[in-house]
């Protein structure tokens, strides 16, 4: 069975979107693929993920990699840190290079891109003729249990209340940002909050506990939990990140912020595409009349979950192919 290698790392700083995007690929091709993951000892640490179903190396430098290759071999490559160096060592070997990628920053000589953002198009990159692009929704790469929820065509109401919010803001440092919204929230009518954030001491925020609104905090939740809060909520309040790409599987109405530049962009993208209410910068000192003002919009608007459902289709067959098409 042909080899493919997963090269990526993921720690509390880095975040662990691109390790999620290489796990959900590898798990749509292990049937036809045997897949191994290579960390960076220098990156990620044994303790810091479940176990996974794949045989995993770890390098202390990017040259030891190179040593597992083989002839006919396919390499994924998901990681910040790539670069042109490294990709002409790759190509001095005889195997196959797929670049998952959302930055477009550099020249691409590999055989096949894989981007499920909505900002680049084929004629955005420097590419050699070889690469072939996988580009935009259909290719959307979440954890398995996302995708078996978006096959499975989960149903949603349409918006016709606002008691039960979902807010997730990601990353670290956020918990200035999960006080203010909770004290906006409060004075609005929702009835319930869900707080998905991680190492975060809240307990102050169960303060705002009182007959008329109940706060519920959690943290380091698997795939189908977070499914159940998107599911048993009325809207979210989430980041143009990781967890909104997930949102949209489940098909929830949803108000979306940016904390960084390329996320902006995207952002603006989603909204033209009627998937979400922007909210714009997280960080603006116009936050709380921006997010009263996008709940408002999210009131009158019956057609986010139809348009979420409209472009996300995702199929197995497609990433199959992918790896299939490889020359």
């Known amino acids: 069975m042909r080899k493919i290698f997963f090269r990526t790392d993921f ?19 292990d049937n036809q693929y045997e897949v191994n993951f290579v960390f960076s000892k220098n990156k990620t640490t044994n303790n810091l993920f479940n176990p996974i179903p794949y045989p995993i190396i770890f390098i202390n430098e990017e040259i030891e990699f190179l040593s597992y290759l083989e002839t006919g071999d396919i390499i994924v490559i998901d990681s910040y840190d790539f670069n042109e160096q490294l990709q002409n060592e790759l190509n001095k070997l005889d195997i196959k290079l797929v670049i998952i990628d959302d930055l477009n920053n550099i020249t691409y000589d590999c055989n096949a891109i894989i981007n499920h953002g909505v900002l680049f198009s084929e004629k955005d990159y420097k590419h050699s003729e070889k690469t072939k692009f996988y580009l935009g929704l259909d290719y959307l790469m979440v954890r398995k249990e996302f995708r078996d929820v978006s096959i499975a065509k989960s149903q949603k109401k349409l918006l016709n209340k606002l008691d039960n919010v979902f807010i997730c803001f990601g990353g670290s440092n ?73 949102a949209f599987t489940v098909g929830i109405p949803i108000v979306s912020g940016w904390f960084v530049e390329n996320q902006k962009y995207s952002l603006e993208k989603f909204e033209k595409m009627g998937l979400i209410i922007n909210l714009d910068n997280f960080k603006s000192e116009n936050y709380d009349s921006n997010l009263i003002n996008a709940i408002n919009l999210l009131k009158n608007n019956l057609s986010i979950v139809g348009n979420q459902k409209k472009h996300i289709n995702l199929q197995k067959t497609k990433f199959i192919k992918i790896f299939d098409e490889l020359t």
């Open 11 to 29: 720690n509390n700083k880095i975040g662990f979107g691109h390790y999620n995007r290489c796990l959900s690929v590898a798990e749509l091709v």
């Open 174 to 246: 956020q918990e200035e940002l999960i006080r203010k919204t909770v004290n906006i929230l409060s004075k609005l009518e929702v009835k319930k909050i869900s707080i998905l954030a991680n190492n975060f001491d809240l307990n102050e925020l169960l303060l705002y506990n009182s007959e008329s609104l109940n706060i519920e905090t959690y943290e380091n939740l698997k795939p189908n939990a977070i499914i159940n809060l998107f599911q048993n909520s009325d809207f979210a309040i989430l980041p143009c990140s990781t967890i909104l790409l997930e």
